[in-house]
């Protein structure tokens, strides 16, 4: 296809990413249709990534901030930018080529959908890997759901790289808060799906790449304890139905917390396991919670 599409903003943060970055513009370069613009905001990074981006993509937009976050460095690069949908993607990942193909098109056949994500596929650098062949894997075909509020609100894990939103939807929302230091991702999905419909293309359109070092990983704050901070403040500023609250927002916080304390107990930390378990089935009584209690408490006895 050669239709451009003059409504896309691509925005990639990065930080000391000179190993990668050329990947990640190239995969959007080569899309099917093409985004209005590339912006790559730069969050102080102390390696080539800029003199990387400046000589191998001059079109590309390229804005240098001081190390701020993840956070901070998508804020930057939509308000700077001029499309009326914004993507994102990281530094360290790619797009299958046909990924705004395929988004784009659900916008314009759905004007009340306000956020697209696609399913992700999660793969290691030192497995080794072929960027260009795997973009350009070939898809039968490519299909959507839509997805409640609700459901949304009780695993809202789009994946970054994967997401594509209406900018009126992102300003309406207040963009990321780039006060917290994890879960800025679903604090916004939250609330964009409260305010919007969303669809998910089951197709695998999104390459995540681990990389030890990036802006997504270097938080240090406990991401379950972010989530919950994120939960506490929608149910403080939104109205809400009494079985939203008491049933879903219950059920989603004793998940967390039932989450929390496994990870914990994985780590042999049977103490702080114990309270997070407790506080699981204080919100919302849940077998998995009472079980992984018992292990704990026949273990003390």
């Not at 990413?17 to 790559?40: F, G, W």
């Not at 967390?256 to 009584?285: M, Q």
Request: with cysteine.
């Amino acid at each position: 296809m050669t239709r451009i599409s003059s409504s896309i903003s691509v925005i990639i943060p990065a930080y000391n990413s000179a190993r990668t970055i050329k990947r990640a513009i190239e995969s959007v370069m080569s899309q099917s249709i093409p985004p209005k613009e590339i912006i790559v905001v730069d969050d102080g990074s102390t390696d080539s990534t800029c003199n990387l981006v400046e000589s191998l993509f001059p079109s590309v937009i390229l804005i240098r901030q001081k190390n701020s976050g993840a956070a901070a460095a998508r804020n930057t690069g939509v308000k700077q930018s001029k499309g009326d949908l914004i993507a994102f993607l990281d530094s360290d990942d790619f797009w299958h080529r046909r990924k705004i193909e395929y988004q784009s098109k659900l916008f314009e056949d759905d004007p009340l959908l306000g956020i697209c994500s696609t399913k992700c596929k999660f793969i290691f650098e030192s497995e080794g890997l072929n960027a260009p062949l795997m973009a350009d894997e070939a898809i039968e075909a490519c299909s959507s759901q839509a997805i409640s509020f609700e459901k949304m609100f009780q695993l809202p894990f789009l994946g970054t790289p994967s997401v594509m939103m209406k900018r009126s939807v992102y300003d309406s929302a207040g963009g990321f808060d780039d006060s917290l230091e994890t879960a800025e991702d679903v604090d916004l999905w939250i609330k964009a799906t409260y305010l919007s419909h969303y669809k998910l293309i089951i197709n695998t359109l999104t390459y995540v790449v681990a990389q030890e070092e990036s802006l997504s990983s270097r938080a240090q704050t406990s991401p379950y304890a972010a989530h919950l901070t994120v939960i506490d403040n929608f149910l403080k500023e939104k109205t809400l139905s009494f079985y939203f609250r008491h049933v879903i927002a219950k059920q989603t916080q004793a998940y967390i917390y039932c989450n929390w304390g496994s990870n914990l107990l994985v780590r042999d930390l049977k103490k702080e396991a114990k309270e997070k378990l407790i506080k699981s089935l204080t919100h919302f009584p849940n077998l998995r919670a009472i079980y992984l209690l018992s292990k704990i408490i026949l273990k003390f006895s």
